[in-house]
């Protein structure tokens, strides 16, 4: 049974930044997406950010384009979001997915079968 795990949200000022992490119990190399997800109360969840590991693609929404890097480290088997120049609009818990033996370029949709419980990213002064 594979595990996702979210870690290092918490409350940052408008404007400020944040690393948030997702930590894998296995990544197969060279066969997977990983995505970042959102959601606002009140609000369905959006995609934020992918990354293929065949070809090293990634993807970013529009509103987060510019601002959020998605990063890898296959070492630790950890997946990273730089969030930078945060808005109060970014307040949402955070998810990370992930689905394996997939190549090509990912996309910012239901294709993922292995979900992390969540980290709360709090944008407030």
């Known amino acids: 049974q594979v595990q996702v795990v979210e870690s290092g949200g918490g409350l940052v000022q408008p404007g400020g930044s944040l690393r948030i992490a997702c930590a894998a119990s296995t990544f197969p190399r060279n066969s997977y997406h990983v995505g970042w997800f959102r959601q606002a109360p009140g609000k369905e969840r959006e995609g934020v950010a992918c990354?293929?590991?065949?070809?090293?693609?990634?993807v970013y929404a529009d509103s987060v384009k510019g601002r959020f890097t998605i990063s890898t480290d296959n070492a630790k088997n950890t997946v990273y979001l730089q969030l930078n120049s945060l808005k109060p609009e970014d307040t949402a818990i955070y998810y990370c997915a992930a689905v394996f033996g997939r190549i090509g370029r990912c996309v910012l949709g239901p294709v993922y079968n292995y979900w992390g419980q969540g980290t709360q990213v709090t944008v407030s002064s």
């Open positions: 990354l293929s590991s065949t070809p090293s693609i990634t």
